[in-house]
């Protein structure tokens, strides 16, 4: 097999200043409501897109948080922040140049999403938020779904431990989900006196009464529950044999015609789109309620380390 190409990117992207720390949130938000992750309205300009896109492609060493690498026609993207995969500006801003690079990529047939570390995506880090880099932008949370979905090569998100709040969000769009015996989606925002804020998204992927289930309580909703309903593809007993996998998997579909992959991705896409799917993102903003004062009870990544778990306090 042939040497993976590892890439670290720096995409242009203005989010609200920060300073980071030691100290991680596990709590997950949209725009607007605390997480200064999304900004820059000209990211949805006409004729800005192009230009922002552009810049994804830059590479850099001082990338620190998301990896790209392809190995033959497979393309890796890695969250690689450790301990828990939390994120805010700085991430979202290698994430989707990440993602973009995977759509200009010409050799990737199939691209692969996963994490490094116990949990796939402990949400946003609220406590000590890194801005992304000065001068630039980044995609609003609905044009960055729609950037992985409308993506015309398949997808695969390979989820281990938790995947919380807007981690979710990174999930959504992918074709399909792999995920290891012990993960777990979780929104725990109506405990923190929020709702609503991604609620379309869980009831598409999960269905209205689950979804309400999840959000209402703040429980975890096991991956094992979701593939008895068939809402995840395949699950596997650990995060070693889901990353094994679901290589294996992607190399194999890798061999099959881009372009009938690409036909029948479309015409998937089009038929989720007939079914109401296109109102998630066209409609996203809207959807999203005024947020009251918000109860953040966060954690640090030493009661995290010290639990072996992620959980929500306050």
């Excluded at 203005?14 to 709590?27: F, N, P, T, W």
């Excluded at 759509?103 to 994490?115: F, G, I, L």
């Excluded at 889901?242 to 372009?259: G, N, S, V």
């Excluded at 004062?293 to 072996?308: F, S």
Aim: aromatic share 8%; charged share 25%.
């Amino acid at each position: 097999m042939p040497a993976a190409r590892r890439r670290k990117f720096r995409p242009l992207a203005v989010c609200d200043a920060g300073s980071h720390g030691d100290e991680l949130a596990i709590r997950s938000l949209l725009p607007g409501h605390g997480d200064a992750v999304m900004c820059g309205d000209a990211a949805a300009a006409p004729g800005h897109s192009q230009a922002i896109f552009d810049s994804f492609s830059q590479m850099t060493d001082r990338a620190k948080y998301v990896a790209y690498e392809r190995q033959g026609k497979v393309s890796t993207i890695t969250l690689d922040r450790a301990p828990i995969n939390v994120y805010d500006g700085a991430f979202h801003a290698e994430f989707q140049g990440a993602w973009q690079e995977a759509k200009r990529d010409t050799q990737t047939t199939v691209v692969v999403m996963k994490a490094t570390g116990k949990h796939f995506c402990a949400g946003a880090n609220l406590r000590n938020p890194e801005p992304a880099p000065e001068g630039a932008q980044v995609l609003d949370a609905w044009e960055e779904v729609r950037l992985i979905r409308d993506l015309m090569k398949p997808t695969i998100a390979a989820v281990q431990g938790g995947c919380i709040g807007g981690g979710q969000r990174m999930v959504f769009p992918c074709d399909l989900i792999f995920c290891s015996q012990d993960a777990f989606f979780r929104d725990p925002t109506a405990t923190m006196g929020v709702g609503g804020i991604q609620s379309h998204l869980h009831t598409w992927l999960y269905g209205p009464r689950l979804a309400k289930e999840m959000i209402y309580s703040g429980m975890r909703l096991p991956a094992e529950r979701l593939y008895n309903m068939g809402e995840i593809n395949r699950l596997y007993p650990d995060a070693e044999t889901l990353h094994r996998e679901t290589m294996a998997f992607a190399h194999e579909i890798a061999e099959q015609d881009p372009l009938a992959l690409r036909q029948a991705k479309r015409a998937s896409n089009i038929t989720m789109d007939i079914m109401g799917q296109h109102y998630i993102l066209s409609r996203m903003q809207e959807l999203l309620d005024d947020a009251p004062k918000m109860n953040l009870g966060i954690q640090t990544t030493d009661q995290i380390e010290r639990t072996g778990s992620i959980e929500v306090t306050g």
